[in-house]
C-alpha cells in the first residue's frame, strides 16, 4: 500500500494508487517494488471473489489499512473510489521511461529534482544507504525532506510515517547476490532471490537485512524510543550494503538495525526531525495520531476532494482536500441569474461604443476559472472559485479578470450570496 500510494507527487498530481498501476510496467519492475508480485498474488483470490465491484487500487490501500489495523496501528479511516487503470501509461512519466526522459530528465540518478517524486528513479523516495549509497545521515536527512516534501508531506507526517511504517516487518538482504530478475526482464518467475532458497531467511529484496524493532508484527513506538536512546554504528551487512546496529549489543537488541534514512532523523540539520523523535518517543499517542491522518493522507492524496471518496469509513474531510463550505443559503434559480447575466450584457451593449465588448471577457473568465483542473489528482477547476483569491487572481495569465469578476459581483450580490461565485 505504502509503495502504491508513495509515487504521489504534489507538482503535477501524477502517481498514488489511483489506477492501481503498479500492477504494470514501470514502477512493477521498480527495484523498490521486489517482491511486490507476491503480495499481489496474495490478493488475487480476494480480486476474483469481487470482480469488476473492487478496483486495485481501492484492494491495495485496504489490504494495508486492515494489516495495519490486524497488528494494533491506527487507522484514521478510508476512502474507496480508485478507478483501474488499463495499463501503465498513466505512469510513464514517473519513468524509466523514454518520454520522463525527455521531459522531466534527471541527469544524476540520485539527485533528480521536481517534478520528479522521488531522488532515484526506480526507489519511492531516498536511497536508503543515504545520497548515492553514502551513508552519511546528515545529508540523507535533506534527501528526506526534499522529497517527502514533494509529495506534499511535512517534518511531523515524514517522521511519522517512516517510523510508523518501521514499527512493521524487516527489511531482506540475506546475501549479496540479489533478488534475481524483475518482471520486466522474466515475467514467468520475478525476483525469486539468489540466496539459498530465496525464501524465508534466505529472501533478498532490497539487500539490507534485520528488523527495527523486536516485537516487528505489533504496533508501538520502540523504534522511536530505540533510536533515540541506543548507540548505533555503521557496518555493512550480509547484503553487503550499509547499514547501522547497536553497539556493544546483547539479547533481543543485537537482531535489530536501522538504515541510514532512519539514522537520519538523530541528524537533521534543521535539528526538527530530532525534537519528533523525542516526542513519539515519549508519547504513543501522540504517535498514534500523527501516524492515522498521515497515513490516511499519503493513500488518499490523489483522489481528490472529499466528495469523490466512496463508503461507509470516510473520515471527515482533511485539510489536505482543500474541503469548500456548506451553502449557506439553497441554490438561487440559475434561470433567474441567466437574466441577470443577458440583462448585463445587453446594458454593457448600449453603454459602450464599441458594441458587444463585455461579453468577451466573460468567455475568458470561466475559461481560466475552469482550465485549472488536473485529471491527475483532481485538483482545481472552477468549483470553490479559487481564481477570486491569490495565488490565482495574481498570475499574469488572468491580468484584468479581477475587472470581470466586480461586474460579477454585482450579480452575486443581488442573490445574497445563493449562487456561489463559482
Ligand atoms: C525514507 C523513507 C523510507 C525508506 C528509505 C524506506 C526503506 C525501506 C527498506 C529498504 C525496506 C526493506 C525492504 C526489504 O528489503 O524487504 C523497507 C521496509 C519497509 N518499509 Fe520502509 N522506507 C521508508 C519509508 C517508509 C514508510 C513511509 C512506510 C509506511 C508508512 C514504510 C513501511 C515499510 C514497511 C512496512 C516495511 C517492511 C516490509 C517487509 O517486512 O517486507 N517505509 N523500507
Redesign the pocket.
Known amino acids: 500500500a ?1 509503495h502504491c500510494a ?1 509515487t504521489y507527487r504534489s507538482s503535477d498530481g501524477r502517481g498514488g494508487c489511483d489506477g492501481g498501476s503498479q500492477r504494470f510496467g514501470p514502477s512493477l519492475s521498480w527495484e ?1 517494488n ?2 511486490l508480485d507476491k503480495s499481489k498474488t496474495l490478493l488475487w483470490p480476494i480480486k476474483e471473489k469481487f470482480g469488476l465491484g473492487l478496483s486495485w487500487g481501492d484492494l491495495i490501500i485496504l489490504a494495508g489499512n486492515v494489516a495495519i489495523e490486524s497488528m494494533g496501528g491506527p487507522v484514521l479511516g478510508f476512502c474507496a473510489g480508485r478507478v483501474d487503470a488499463a495499463d501503465g501509461s498513466q505512469d510513464e512519466l514517473l519513468g524509466p521511461t523514454a518520454r520522463q526522459e525527455s521531459l522531466f530528465p534527471c541527469p544524476v540518478n540520485g539527485d533528480c529534482k521536481a517534478p520528479l517524486g522521488p531522488d532515484t528513479v526506480g ?6 544507504q543515504g545520497p548515492m549509497a553514502n551513508p552519511i545521515p546528515r545529508l ?1 536527512a535533506g534527501q ?1 525532506r526534499d ?2 516534501g514533494r509529495m506534499g508531506m511535512n517534518d511531523s507526517e ?1 517522521v511519522a ?2 517510523g ?10 540475506a546475501c549479496p547476490e540479489g533478488p534475481g530478475p524483475s518482471p520486466q526482464e522474466d515475467p514467468t518467475r520475478p525476483w525469486p532471490g539468489k540466496c539459498g532458497s530465496g525464501k524465508g531467511k534466505d ?7 534485520g ?1 527495527w524493532t523486536t516485537n ?1 508484527t505489533q504496533w508501538d513506538n520502540s523504534y522511536f524510543k530505540h533510536l533515540q536512546s541506543l548507540t548505533w554504528e555503521l557496518y555493512k551487512g550480509p547484503g553487503n550494503k550499509w547499514q547501522w546496529r547497536v553497539q556493544n549489543a546483547t539479547g533481543a537488541l543485537s537482531g535489530i538495525m536501522m ?1 541510514t ?2 539514522i ?1 532523523l538523530l541528524e537533521d540539520p534543521e535539528g526538527s526531525y530530532q525534537k519528533l523523535v523525542r516526542e513519539f518517543a515519549e508519547d504513543a499517542a501522540k504517535l498514534d495520531h500523527a ?1 492515522a491522518h ?2 490516511y493522507k ?1 493513500a488518499t492524496r490523489d483522489m481528490g476532494p472529499v466528495t469523490r471518496c466512496l463508503g461507509k469509513d470516510v473520515p471527515p474531510a482533511q485539510p489536505w482536500q482543500y474541503p469548500l463550505p456548506a451553502p449557506s443559503q439553497p441554490q438561487a434559480k440559475l434561470s433567474k441569474v441567466r437574466a441577470e447575466v443577458v440583462k448585463m450584457l445587453n446594458r454593457s451593449k448600449t453603454e459602450s461604443a464599441e458594441g458587444f465588448f463585455s461579453a468577451v471577457p466573460f468567455a475568458r473568465l470561466a475559461w481560466r476559472c475552469a482550465s485549472t483542473f488536473r485529471a491527475t489528482d483532481y485538483r482545481g477547476g472552477c468549483n470553490g472559485a479559487r481564481i477570486r483569491f491569490s495565488p490565482e487572481k495574481d498570475w499574469p495569465v488572468n491580468k484584468g479578470l479581477d475587472q470581470v469578476l466586480e461586474s460579477l459581483q454585482l450579480i452575486q450580490d443581488r442573490f445574497a450570496g445563493r449562487p456561489g461565485f463559482a
Open positions: 505504502w508513495g523498490d521486489a517482491n526507489l519511492i523516495y531516498v536511497n536508503p540523507s528526506i522529497t517527502f515524514t510515517l517512516i510508523g511504517g518501521h514499527a512493521f516487518g524487516k527489511t531482506h538482504g529472501a533478498y529484496t532490497s539487500g539490507l537485512e528488523p516487528p538504515l534514512t532512519d537520519a501516524f498521515a497515513w499519503l
